[in-house]
Nanobody, 118 residues
Framework: QVQLVESGGGLVQSGGSLRLSCAAS????????MAWYRQAPGKDRELVAQ???????NHVDSVKGRFTISRDNAKKTVFLQMNSLKPEDTAVYYC????????????WGKGTLVTVSS
């Protein structure tokens, strides 16, 4: 059974940094596509960044140049380095795994809250 556990959220001032981690279990991981999503209060969940099994990445425009997704296959962990945080980045951040690749079955973590104060 695939399980994802996020950590690293918290309260930070505008302009600060946080590093989110998502530890996976129950899958090969190195073949899986990973992503971070976020959901702000009253809004739909949205994609933040993706990383494929061959380490190709995609970041949405609103976070480009500030956030970086990465992965450590040996540790079965995906990271999201968030710099220059803004109040509008406040959201629950969710880890997403696509089993075997980007068209595989999707699994979700329970989320970690990031709050950016102005």
């Amino acid at each position: 059974q695939v399980q994802l556990v996020e950590s690293g959220g918290g309260l930070v001032q505008s302009g600060g940094s946080l590093r989110l981690s998502c530890a996976a279990s129950g899958s090969i991981f190195s073949r899986d596509a990973m992503a971070w999503y976020r959901q702000a209060p009253g809004k739909d969940r949205e994609l933040v960044a993706q990383i494929t099994s061959d380490f190709s990445t995609n970041h949405v425009d609103s976070v480009k140049g500030r956030f970086t997704i990465s992965r450590d296959n040996a540790k079965k962990t995906v990271f999201l380095q968030m710099n220059s945080l803004k109040p509008e980045d406040t959201a629950v951040y969710y880890c997403n795994l696509r089993l075997g690749g980007k068209y595989g079955m999707a699994y979700w973590g329970k989320g970690t809250l990031v709050t950016v104060s102005s």
